[in-house]
Structure formats: C-alpha cells, structure tokens
C-alpha cells in the first residue's frame, strides 16, 4: 500500500502544530498507522540543524537560511518520508516544502526560480497528498506569539520578525492555495482548538477514507469543503 502524506502549514501562530497532534490522536484511535514528523528537525541531522538555524541569538544570512532547510529536507525525505510512504502510512508533516516557497521566497525575497529548483533538488519531487493550511490575521499570529513568550516559552529568529515580513509570508501561502485547490484546504483559527479540530476531521477522514487508509469508528461529520476557507 503506498502511504498518505499530510502537510500542515501556516505562519507562526496559526495552530497547526496543535492541530497536528490533535489529528495524530485521533487518526490512531481510528486505526490508522500514523507517523508524525516535522521541518526541520525530523532527523537526528535535522534536529541540529534546527537548532541552529533557530537559534534567536544567531545571524544567519538568507542564503545560508535557504540552503540549510534544503539540506534538512533532503534528509528528511530520503531518510524518514519516502520509507514510511513505502510502507503505507499515514504522515503527518509540521511544514514541508511550502515553507520554503512562504518563507524565504516571499518572505526573504528569493525568486520563484531558485527556490523551485531547490525544492526539486531535495524533495526529488515528493508532493504532499493533501496540504492543510491553517489561516489567520497577522495581527492576531503576532498576538499569540506574545502570549506564548510571556508565558516563558523560549522564542526563535522567526518570532522576532516584523509584521511586513509575516504578511508576505501569509499571502504567499494563500497565493499557493489558490494555485494548487486540488491538493490546499484552508482552515480559519479563529475559534478554539476543539472546533478547528472538528473541521480538520471533516476534511482529512472522508480523504483518508477514500484512500484505504481508514475506516472511521465515528459518524463522519457533515460534509468536506474542499476549496474554500472554514
């Protein structure tokens, strides 16, 4: 059986991480083999990238930035996506090559150019079955990441950015979704995890059903929107 892989993306703030995990427990009550992994940092290597390229305290330059994920994601790819794909599971990805596309090109200014090359050079052209791209306001992002230093959380270089480079980042995305409806599903954050919960369920179980990849336990919530924001 070949594998499902599920990318979450969004800027800093927009919950996917939670929902990610939330999903995660979900899909394994429901039978599904369920790897969850995440860019960078998905392997070992890529856990001492992270660290680095994270680091609030270290100046890195752009390119530096760029090629740096790219090394990440090769690993990753070769590494941990492509095995589990292999043997039919169920991946969960926090960011994949979307990112890149969100972050250092609109938001570090890279052409589309380069950056489509060096996504195909590490992802070897591994396309996410289903993206989901959890939505909200800028304003409201930089909100939550205020609430989440105050509460001691150690911050990293992307929190500290300005308001200009994370609305470039966040229309690149929407810009992606517009140009890809078949594989993006947008999720609004405005409510509280439980609710975007429930709209993640509505869109990934009918997917991961038509798929074989479960067999929900659970009456299926009313209907999947396919294109448009929830």
Request: aromatic share 4%; hydrophobic share 40%.
């Amino acid at each position: 059986m070949v594998g499902t892989l599920i990318t979450f993306e969004g800027i800093d703030g927009s919950g996917k991480s939670t929902q990610l995990r939330l999903l995660a427990n979900f899909l394994r009550s429901q039978g599904g083999e369920v790897l969850v992994t995440r860019e960078p940092g998905g392997t070992p290597v890529g856990l001492r990238l992270r660290a680095a390229l994270l680091d609030a305290q270290e100046q890195v330059d752009p390119l530096t930035e760029l090629l740096v994920f790219a090394a990440d994601r090769a690993q990753h790819v070769r590494r941990v996506l492509r095995p589990a794909l292999e043997v039919g599971q169920i991946v969960l990805s926090d960011r994949y090559a979307d990112a890149t596309k969100a972050y250092q090109g609109a938001g570090r200014g890279f052409s589309a150019e380069l950056i489509s090359e060096i996504v195909q050079l590490a992802t070897e052209g591994l396309i996410p079955d289903l993206t989901l791209l959890f939505d909200l306001s800028v304003t409201e992002s930089s909100a939550r990441t205020r609430r989440r230093l105050a509460g001691r959380q150690k911050g990293d270089r992307l929190d500290s950015e300005d308001p200009e480079f994370h609305t470039r980042v966040r229309e690149a995305y929407l810009g992606l979704a517009g140009k890809e409806p078949e594989r993006f599903r947008i999720v609004t954050t405005k409510g509280s995890a439980e609710e975007t919960h429930e709209r993640v369920k509505e869109i990934v179980v009918p997917f991961l059903e038509a798929r074989g990849q479960i067999v929900s336990r659970e009456p299926a919530a009313a209907g999947s929107r396919q294109t448009q924001p929830l």
